[in-house]
């Protein structure tokens, strides 16, 4: 049985966005690089997985941008972030609307992010199947999101780096498991997102707390004992812990994915069919592409390909 492919989108839009080698306009010159860069992508991954029509999959997307919970909880949560400004709200839109078309079931929410969707499909995935083959491959680069590999074939699948990261694969690189994330960045924040953790606890000493501690409840929990292990600074650490248990406590809530988004919040109650692509709607593509004034040289290139994967066949990876 096929694994579950849970698509981070919003990792492949920015990244097409941001980057100065693949700038795309439209024909009213007009930047078009996070749709279609996201395009290419989607499309390239259904030819490469080869499961088009056997695979269940899912794309998750953002939006919920400064009017999530987590927002409410740390007001400086992704503070650093700015707001899409019109012409990229309009892509982002877009790109939900090109996994209609495609057939690709789409997800979002204005309270969770796309983390957490994630998060509950995989739960539901595993509830749904039998254990033996309740396998998830999650399709980012995104580290955060190795906390959700729970089973010895998940997977954490950089799709354009090629790398595929198991359990043992984190854990031979980080020191620490999957769940243990959480833990590990209410103890040292997360600069990228604005997560507090513990000021002047690094992730040497987090690294060796969580060896020693299976969780953070259970570090707090022995804080008179930590001044005894063997790490730099270990009184100090002790100390910074004390002071700041709330915060760290606060961190890992923010740092953590939530596993059971309610269905109202984005989906219905999920069946394994909901999550099975369906065929391709050429017009609704051919008429979305033309919305969004992308030039016919593109649309050709694009629409080549999916008439392919319709077909169930493979096209060259250009």
């Known amino acids: 049985m096929p694994p579950l492919y849970l698509i981070d989108a919003s990792i492949y839009i920015f990244q097409a966005h941001f980057s100065p080698h693949s700038q795309e306009w439209s024909t009213r010159s007009e ?6 860069g996201f395009a290419r992508f989607l499309l390239r991954f259904l030819r490469t997985s080869q499961l088009r029509h056997a695979a269940p999959m899912a794309v998750a997307f953002d939006e919920s941008l400064q009017t999530g919970f987590r927002h409410r909880l740390y007001p400086a949560y992704k503070s650093n972030r700015v707001l899409p400004d019109d012409n990229l709200a309009r892509q982002l839109r877009a790109c939900a609307q090109l996994c ?25 995935w595993r509830a749904l199947s039998p254990p033996e083959s309740a396998t998830i ?22 799709f354009y780096g090629g790398i595929r990261k198991s359990r043992q694969d984190i854990f031979d690189h980080t020191g620490i498991w999957p769940e243990q994330f959480p833990c590990f960045m209410g103890l040292t924040g ?9 000021p002047g606890i690094g992730p040497v000493a987090a690294r060796a707390l969580l060896q020693r501690y299976a969780d953070l409840d259970s570090v707090l929990a022995n804080i008179d004992h930590v001044p005894d292990l063997d790490i730099r600074g270990a009184r100090r ?21 939530i596993q059971q988004v309610p269905s109202h ?29 992308i030039p016919s040289h593109e649309v050709r290139r694009l ?3 999916l008439e392919a994967i319709a077909a169930g066949g493979a096209t060259p990876d250009t």
Request: aromatic content about 6%; proline content about 6%; overall charge negative.
């Open 31 to 36: 930047d078009r690089s996070a749709f279609v």
């Open 100 to 124: 209609t078309a495609v057939g690709v079931p789409a997800f979002a929410s204005q309270e969770y992010e796309a983390d957490d969707i994630i998060g509950t499909l995989s739960a539901r």
């Open 137 to 158: 491959v999650v399709v980012s680069r995104d580290k955060d999101l190795s906390q959700l590999l729970q089973g010895p074939d998940d997977r954490l699948w950089d």
């Open 190 to 198: 997360d600069s990228i997102d604005c997560i507090p953790g513990v």
């Open 237 to 257: 650490c002790a100390s910074l812990l004390q002071t700041h248990q709330q915060q760290a406590l606060l961190s890992r809530t923010l740092a953590t994915i």
């Open 265 to 293: 919040e984005c989906f219905a109650d999920l069946a394994k069919p909901d999550l099975m692509p369906r065929p391709p709607d050429i017009h609704a593509f051919e008429e979305l592409m033309s919305n969004m004034e």
């Open 303 to 305: 629409l080549t390909q």
